[in-house]
């Protein structure tokens, strides 16, 4: 995912308490520990918000999406297929523009020490999650600075016309147009579902910011405490509807440094460590599994297409050509990505085979930097973010090697990088030149990496932090979306693929794998191919013990199988 950033001071309510005490707890006979219960997460960094609709960081929905909150539907199985989730069943009329969706009656919202619910899930709570999107008139809209930044990408708000409730337990989202697209984004990270009875309370007590700090959702885990760039604590939400999850206790140990991670995970003080470095060093133990992913991203060396030098395109070009991108593959992410040819990687659907890469061609960079005005040499500023991510490991390594590789086509490369929350809020500013980052696909239609990446609607509060637009651009993506046949999508997004080569408002680098690394006591899928990650079936197994001494075989914390009460088939309805 792209990154956007939230203004406001958040969390400060929370209670501050140590990290030890976090996995206290009684071991008397053969009972576990709570820390025997929980499993601690070394996450890369903190979430700008608990509500994924606000943000579109990988931090924000690693922490939020998947273990405080459901979404209408989600993708299953290695072919990504459409699955119900809170609506267990959907229609969808001949012309595309009315899509209705049964809801579960069997779904509680989490129960806390600040909110306590007095009723199940329903209708009302998917009307109030995107009517606060959709209307500017709606009390929580403008909450929490009122931006939405993938809604806003995809244009959300010029797509649905309204959203009704035909009774308790089916809604009907109306469009304006057919748009190939809408069910999947329904099933993205940042489609949650909020509860509108809390919500209600909170305007009643004046506190309405709260409902993005301190929330509620329906997920497998509720939040129990937050210590600003510290830690997360979640506990097991007990009823949540697919069955409780294995572990009580989730602990996010916020860690920005790659060798503090490594250093706690070879200590064992974190089960599961995100992004991790010295992979050979994991791999030589037998206690400790490394893990990857191959999912859909794209890492990218972005140009604010709206200053100078950038705003020209030959000086774009002749970037782009300067850059030696497979020593950036072999440095950066050891050999464990492909070169990118375009942003859309080889294994979506609309990829096209012919489409030719940018090559590395310094001499005739040169040229065209000349041709530009600048043959007596440049200077600007390249902002490499301060944390790992899949689509880029190291982006401080890398932007010293782009420093390098420009030094010969007499740019000069001042690398400037910032805290990340700082780093994201100028950078949608628009303060920078130039800029390393990436995106992930949330869901697998490819329209989420044309729009969100460089759409004109994105440039405002969105994710196109290059600020290009291009409106033929735009024609050809909404012509995309607009038809159902897949040879005519795919031949607009050929003809949008070669726009981007030909305009440069990005240099598309790397497709990778995403890495993890846990103790082989930790059980079950963790890494998904869209989205971050989800820790509702993970287990730990743990030794049994009696009398406080452990014994050589071992129990797995778990909980019930998951039922799926109202599983009924998807069914599409052309009337």
Known sequence: MAVTTMNFNFFSIFTLVTFTSLLSGCNDGDKLTLSERSIIYCSEGPPETFNPQLSISGTTTDATSKQLYNRLLVFKGKNNILAPSL??????????????????????????????????????DVLFSFNRILSKNNAYHNVSSGQYPFFESIKFNELV?????????????????NDSSFLANLATDYAVVLSAEYAQQLSANNNQHNIDILPIGTGPFKLKDYRVGSFIRFYRHDDYWQGKAHIEQLVYDISPSKT?????????ECDVSSYPIAHKKITDRKDLTLESITSLNVGYLGFNTQKPPFNDKAVRQAVSLAINKQALIETVYQDQ????????????????????????????????LASAGYSQGISIDLWAMPLQRAYNPNAITMAKLIQND???????????????????????????????????????DPDNFFTPM??????????????????????????????????????????????????????????????????????????????????????????????????????????????????????????
């Open 87 to 124: 609506a267990k069943s959907w229609h969808v009329t001949h012309d595309g523009k009315k899509i209705t969706l049964y809801l579960r009656q069997d779904v509680s919202f989490h129960q806390t020490n600040y909110f306590t619910p007095k009723r199940l899930f329903n209708a009302d």
């Open 161 to 177: 016309d309204k959203v009704e409730k035909i009774n308790d337990h089916t809604v009907r989202f109306i469009l304006k147009r």
């Open 260 to 268: 503090s991670r490594l250093t706690k995970f070879l200590a064992k």
């Open 337 to 368: 990505a492909t070169r990118a040819k375009s942003i859309l990687p080889e294994t979506s659907w609309a990829y096209d085979n012919n489409i030719t890469e940018i090559s590395y061609d310094p001499k005739r960079a040169k040229a065209l």
């Open 406 to 444: 420009l030094k010969k086509i007499n740019i000069k490369v001042n690398i400037i990088s910032y805290e990340w929350t700082a780093f994201l809020r100028r950078l949608s500013q628009g303060e920078h030149q130039s800029f390393l980052l990436g995106w992930t696909a949330d869901n697998p």
């Open 454 to 575: 460089l759409s004109c609607s994105a440039t405002d509060k969105g994710s196109n932090h290059t600020f290009w637009c291009n409106k033929k651009y735009d024609q050809l993506l909404s012509s995309a979306l607009h038809t159902s046949d897949i040879n005519k999508r795919k031949s607009y997004y050929t003809k949008a693929m070669a726009i981007i080569k030909e305009e440069a408002p990005l240099l598309p680098i790397a497709h990778s794998k995403r890495f993890q690394a846990r103790d082989i006591n930790i059980e079950g899928d963790i890494l998904e191919y869209f989205g971050g990650i989800n820790f509702y079936q993970v287990s730990k197994r743990v030794s049994k013990k009696v009398d406080g001494k452990a014994l050589n075989n071992t129990t797995m914390i778990s909980s019930p199988k998951i039922i799926d009460k109202e599983t009924m088939p998807i069914e599409k309805v052309n009337n």
